[in-house]
Every structure is written in C-alpha cells, then in structure tokens.
C-alpha cells in the first residue's frame, strides 16, 4: 500500500491544495477511466471506483487522518504507515501524556515495526528524554527482539544518553543467543560512544565502586564479569590488594581475600556469590583447608582456578595430595585407562548443531587440571561400595516416580573421614519427570560440595537420554558447578557423565549395580 501523505504538510489544507476527499474523487475518476472499458461508464462504475479509492487514501492518509494518536500508537500489530501518520500527527500537536505513554511502550515492547520505533524513540527523546530513560532502564536488558536491541543501543550511543549507562552494562552482560555471534555486542558499542572506547574499562571500575552495595548488588556483579571477559584480571587484582580500595565494601573485602589468600578469581555473578559464601564465618575450617590444598599447587595452575575447582583441591588434599601436582598428562592417561572398557552411550542431538562429543579423546584439549582432578575424584568415589549402593537406591526410587527427577550433592562426609557421600534434597518444586528443580539447600551444599547430580532415571533402558541435556547444560552455564548425571543403561547398569559450563562432557563408563 503506497502512502498519499508527504511529512512537511500541515495537517489543514491549504488553499488551491486538493483535500483528501477530492483526491479520492480524482483517482476514482482515473480508475474510472481505466476501468470503463470493462465496468461500463455510468454512475455506478463510478461512485465504486470512488469508494475504493477513498479507502485506501484513508488508510495512508497523512497525520491529518489520525485523530487520536495514542490509540493508534498503543496497539500493536498495525501498517507500520498507520505509525508513521500517527507519530507525525502527535509531533504536530503537541505530545500529551497518553501519547507519551504510547511512545514508551513502543520502544520497550515487542510486536511494532523497527522504522517506526525509530520514529517514536527520536519524538519521545524530544519531548521528554527521561521518558526514553524510564522505559528502556528495565526492558533492554531483558529485550527479545534482536533486531530493535541492536538499533536501539544504536541510538542511545548516537544520543549519548549517559544516563542508560548502568542499564547497557546489564544488558551487555546478559545472554542473549540472537547477538552470539557479534564481534562487538550492541550494547558494548553504545558504551564505547558514550564514554569512549579508551574509557570503557575505567567506567565500568568506576560503576562498581560507586554503585550501592545494598541495592545495585547486581549491577556491580555485573561489573565485575564484564571487567573478566574484557582480560582486566591485572587491573583487578591490583584493586584487591590495595586495602584502601576494598575498605568498607563488604564485596569487594571477601573478593580480596578470596583472591590475595588463594589466589582464585570469580569470572561471573555466581561465583562471586560462590567466593562470598565461602568466606562466612561457618565455613572457616573449609577456607583453612583450601588455602593448605592451594598452596601445594604449581602458582599457575592456583590462579587459573575456577572457583568449581576450589572442593575438588580439597578433596585432593584430603584424598590422594598427589593430584595436586600431578601433570594434566599424567591425570588424563589415568582416567582413559580407568573408563576404557566400560560400557557407554551418547545421548542424541540430531538438530542441535554438530560438533558435540562425549569422548575422552576428543575432548582432550579443552580440559583443564580441575577436569580431570575431578573426573579422576569421581572414578575414585563412585567405586565405594557404600556410595554406589545409595546412588542404585535412588535411582531406583526415582524410576518409580512420575513428578519429578531425583538430585543432589555427592561430597566428603567430613568428621575426620574422606570418603564419599551423596546428599539427597527434595526438589524446589516437582514440575516434570524430566525435570529436577534444585532448591537453596542444595546450592548451600554445593559451595563446599563437589558434584551437583541429578538422575536420567525414566526407565531402566534410558541409554537414549544418557548424559546431560540442553537444560543441564543451561544449569552448568549458569551456575559454573560440576555437575554429574547418573542414566540407567539397564537394570544393573548406571552410565555416568561428568559435565560442566561450555558443554564439555566426558563419559566416564557404566557402574554395575552392587550384589543385594
């Protein structure tokens, strides 16, 4: 449909200026010209041709057609011309507040044309640039349509609304499949138009600090897991050790010791809660022992450690101190030898993407020291016979149970003995029988804990869902734990996998069920 308007037009008709109505007399008369031949050339042909006319020169009739502007604008779904006539009627009289109103849900919610969002972000900006700050501040970061995400970051950067700066740091550090394989993230270039490329790195420092640790929590969080990705570890490091810098920030005081005492730093928002809760006061005994495991490691491998791996250097401690030394070389040939002959299965991912694979071999170059320190723990404590009787029980137990998948923490059992124990948590909610929703309890476990597990249990000839799934690997991305997944395979027979964030998977072979 072709629009009749022309944006610089008033919407009163100017003398000698043919009106709306007129002009759709004119084009009748046309179309009654070209259409005589077959219509015939009477009365009727015309006033039909007229009629026509008349409804498509409503539908693209310029501002002046509009007569309310927020009605139109606040609905969804309509001829993006609709919009732009609408847009440019509310900018000729005068921008109340309903139409204010419209204009905000325009820009922050989904289901308008991307031109005509454009529209209403440049007149909202003109008439109320707090207005454009209120309705983008939440919906950005948590905006679904990829394509107006990146336009409207765009924008901000070309306005340099320095106010939506807080709110481009929490949209940068969220997620979003659509922007993966941007080189640089909308939001991250806003940024840089904002403040400055040479100053990103400054203000996002400069956020963290200022930002109230009561009630934008989330937002330094934030600051700091975009300051990793960016490799400004240095820079981080160098804030922590200064005691000036960290005091009276209860965050960054736990950060500090967390790494000028282990030499660990937390990549993401979870760990930071992860590096926090072990610095409380009940967990004094766990950090004494961690410190003793972590300074038995080569300085490398202690400040390339993920916060996953600070149980599992304890667990070493206490279990075989070895490991801690031990070449990744060394642990690798262990765990091929170990997995070699038992029986194992591939879950099937046809429509997901190539490349996926749970062999040992083929995962080689992606596992680092924590990997195989815990995949080696693994073998070590799933051959107890005690643990691996409790782990059959609750499988079983789950087979029977149609609400819901069965989970929780395999750790040490601690009281001055090292060996393995499995702590079962009933679930935070029971939604699916493939499904397991894991409560707080579990997580404050997990902290100290080693493995998050959760059983493939549905029957006792599951090998077709062997391994974990799309939503485990969300969970592992998300929570940075290691995880392991028990499967039936057959009566007697639980496959196991290890698995942790960025899909990496390794099969370590079935278990047999223990006699009686």
Not at 408 to 436: M, N, Q, T
Request: with cysteine; proline share 5%; net charge negative.
């Amino acid at each position: 449909m072709i629009s009749t308007r022309r944006n610089d037009q008033s919407s009163r008709p100017i003398a000698g200026q043919p009106t709306i109505a007129s002009f759709g007399e004119g084009v009748g008369q046309c179309l009654g010209q070209c259409l005589g031949q077959r219509l015939g050339r009477g009365v009727g042909a015309r006033a039909l041709c007229i009629a026509l006319a008349l409804a498509v020169a409503g539908c693209t009739g310029g501002p002046e057609s509009v007569s309310n502007p927020s009605s139109v604008i606040s609905v969804s779904g309509q001829a993006r011309e609709r919009y732009f006539d609408a847009i440019e009627a509310a900018r000729q009289r005068g921008v109340d507040e309903d139409t204010k109103a419209a204009l905000r849900r325009m820009i922050s919610a989904d289901g308008f044309p991307l031109d005509a969002r454009e529209r209403a972000f440049a007149l909202l900006y003109e008439t109320d640039p707090k207005a454009v700050v209120a309705a983008l501040e939440n919906s950005l970061p948590r905006m679904g349509d990829v394509s107006w995400r990146r336009r409207v970051s765009e924008l901000v950067g070309e306005y340099r609304i320095e106010e939506l700066v807080p709110t481009l740091i929490r949209a940068w550090a969220n997620p979003v499949p659509g922007l993966a394989g941007d080189d640089v993230r909308p939001e991250r270039a806003a940024l840089g138009a904002i403040v400055g490329e040479e100053q990103v790195s400054a203000t996002l420092l400069r956020t963290m600090r200022e930002s109230n640790p009561m009630t934008q929590a989330n937002l330094r969080a934030r600051c700091w897991e975009l300051l990793m990705k960016s490799g400004d570890e240095v820079r981080l490091r160098a804030l922590l050790a200064d005691p000036e810098a960290t005091r009276g920030d209860g965050m960054l005081v736990d950060l500090a010791r967390i790494s000028n005492e282990l030499g660990v730093l937390p990549v993401t928002r979870e760990e930071i809660l992860w590096a926090r809760e072990l610095c409380e006061p009940s967990r004094a005994a766990f950090f004494a022992r961690a410190k003793e495991a972590l300074a038995r490691m080569p300085k490398e491998r202690r400040e390339s450690l993920e916060l996953r791996g600070i149980p599992i250097a304890v667990a070493c401690l206490e279990r075989r101190p070895s490991v801690l030394v031990d070449s990744e070389a060394d642990l690798f040939t262990e765990i091929d030898a170990r997995t070699r002959g038992r029986k194992k299965a591939s879950p099937d991912f046809t429509g997901y993407g190539d490349g996926f694979t749970e062999t040992l071999y083929q995962v080689r170059d992606r596992l680092v020291w924590s990997d195989l320190a815990a995949a080696a723990l693994a073998l070590d404590l799933i051959d107890e016979p005690a643990l691996r009787r409790h782990l059959f029980e609750v499988a079983d137990r789950d087979r029977e149970d149609r609400t819901t998948e069965y989970g929780g923490v395999i750790a040490l059992s601690g009281s001055g003995s090292s060996r393995g124990e499995f702590l079962e948590f009933e679930p935070r909610a029971k939604a699916s029988d493939i499904r397991y929703e894991s409560p707080q309890a579990l997580f404050d476990a997990l902290y100290t804990g080693l493995f998050h597990v959760h059983f493939h249990a549905q029957s006792y000839e599951n090998d077709r869902y062997a391994g974990p799934h799309m939503g485990d690997f969300a969970f592992s991305d998300s929570s940075r734990c290691n995880g392991l997944v028990f499967t039936f395979l057959s009566t007697d027979l639980l496959g196991v996998d290890y698995y942790r964030h960025g899909r990496l998977v390794i099969d370590l072979g079935a278990i047999e069920r223990p006699e009686g």
